[in-house]
């Protein structure tokens, strides 16, 4: 599914801050060599994050779900000169590559890359979050919550990629990934210790502010 009609996604491509050289390599590379490139954040989500990153000015942040390390570049930009960026993915295949792009990229100094399933390594990590970026399995996406929010600075922010789920979300459909996206946007809607506003954004992005 196209998230936004063509003619519309060029005009916002062409009216936002163009990628770096190698985040143009990274998306290349992805669409050319890796198995679901659409999973790659691109250029508008990609600048979105950076943004974000550069207004909150984080000394933590974490993301869940590296793919080729697209996000975590575009969020790293916005690091505190002192800031760390944990990143995890379980896809051990990935790993070459992402360590290459971080490299390319200038920031191998600032990433911690954690390769295992997420939903072990989070509550090993020490560390109190400015950011937090759920980009992982979307069966997982309301344990993720639930493992970082009593980690998470007050006004800091959660970011939870692909809420909408290619617009199944309000469909009558009711799979497995359907649901856990409906329950996941619900209990971050009842969770009094969030703000939070679904941003229509590509898949959708579901931005909460821990109060
Ligand atoms: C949508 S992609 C991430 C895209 C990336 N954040 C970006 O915007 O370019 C999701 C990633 O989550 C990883 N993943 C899935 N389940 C995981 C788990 N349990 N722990 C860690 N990573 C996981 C997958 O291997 C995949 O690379």
Redesign the pocket.
């Known amino acids: 599914m196209e998230f936004l009609p063509e003619k519309l996604q060029d005009y916002a491509e062409s009216h936002t801050t163009d990628e770096s050289d190698v985040l143009k390599y990274?998306s290349r590379e992805?669409h050319l060599k890796v198995l679901?490139p659409r999973?790659?954040?691109?250029h508008l989500?990609?600048r979105l994050?950076s943004m974000f990153s550069h207004m909150i000015k984080p000394k933590r942040i974490l993301?869940?779900?590296?793919?080729?390390?697209?996000?975590?570049v575009?969020m790293a930009e916005g690091l505190d000169t002192e800031g760390k960026l944990y990143?995890?993915?379980?896809?051990e295949e990935?790993e070459a590559r992402v360590r290459k792009h971080f490299e390319m990229a200038g920031v191998t100094d600032k990433v911690t890359f954690l390769v295992?399933?997420?939903?072990a390594?989070v509550p090993s990590l020490n560390e109190q979050w400015d950011l937090v970026?759920i980009?992982?399995?979307k069966l997982?996406y309301s344990q993720y919550f639930d493992l970082v929010i009593d980690n998470m600075n007050t006004d800091g922010y959660i970011i939870a990629?692909?809420v909408l789920w290619s617009g199944k979300i309000v469909e009558d459909v009711s799979d497995k990934k359907t649901e856990a996206m409906r329950n996941f946007n619900e209990k971050v809607m009842n969770d009094p210790r969030v703000e939070n506003i679904l941003l229509p954004l590509r898949d959708g992005l579901m931005v909460m502010r821990k109060k």
């Open positions: 990274i992805t679901s999973m790659l954040s691109g989500q990609g994050l993301e869940i779900g590296t793919y080729t390390g697209y996000s975590a575009c990143t995890i993915d379980v896809n990935l295992g399933d997420a939903h390594i970026f980009d992982a399995d997982g990629d692909n």
